[in-house]
């Protein structure tokens, strides 16, 4: 067995990283992965970009609201941002 060394944000456990880390390594499990750049992108180019903070949140927010029997889609990530963007409209 290995031994390496992580630098985990100050938020999260060294067990909750542990976790994750296991199940990252494992045969057993399949993640699919999605990343801010991935929300950012669906923004477009006729609105003012997203930040990461905000593409984080909307990350958050589909991973726990998501309904296991569809997934997470680029229909998915549309329907948050589209909703981000009404929230940006009204705050201007």
């Known amino acids: 067995m ?8 100050d938020d999260v456990t060294v ?8 199940l990252a390594l494992s045969p057993d499990w ?11 992108g669906c923004v477009g ?3 003012a970009p997203m930040s990461d903070d905000d593409a984080r949140e909307i990350l958050a ?7 296991a029997s569809n997934g997470v889609t680029w229909d998915t990530i549309n329907h948050y941002v589209d909703i981000w963007r009404e929230h ?5």
């Open 30 to 40: 399949i993640s699919l992965q999605w990343h801010i750049s991935d929300v950012q």
């Open 2 to 9: 290995k031994q390496i060394t992580l630098n985990v944000p």
């Open 15 to 22: 067990l909750e990283a542990q976790n994750k880390l296991d």
């Open 45 to 47: 180019g006729d609105h």
């Open 61 to 67: 927010e589909m991973e726990h609201r998501h309904d």
């Open 88 to 92: 940006q409209l009204e705050e201007a």
